[in-house]
């Protein structure tokens, strides 16, 4: 085993940068909801959808293991 200082490989960062977008474009989803209080779709559903999923995807990134 290599004696590296970082925590997580290459791979393991950009996949949580990946990770970090998503969940960056899922509010930019919620923020560009146009009706009264961000109540339409965009703002209550598919917004939410895509942070979950970046969420989500960030686990997987952390837990991901370079053979």
Do not use: C, R, W
Not at 8 to 36: E, H, P, R
């Amino acid at each position: 085993m290599k004696n590296n200082p970082l925590p997580f490989s290459k791979k393991n960062y950009q996949l949580m940068l990946i990770g970090i977008a998503i969940i960056v474009i899922g509010f930019t989803i919620m923020g560009m909801d146009n009706t009264l209080h961000g109540f339409g779709f965009m703002g209550l559903t598919l917004g939410p959808i895509v942070v979950l999923s970046g969420f989500l995807f960030e686990f997987y990134a952390i837990f991901y293991k370079t053979k």
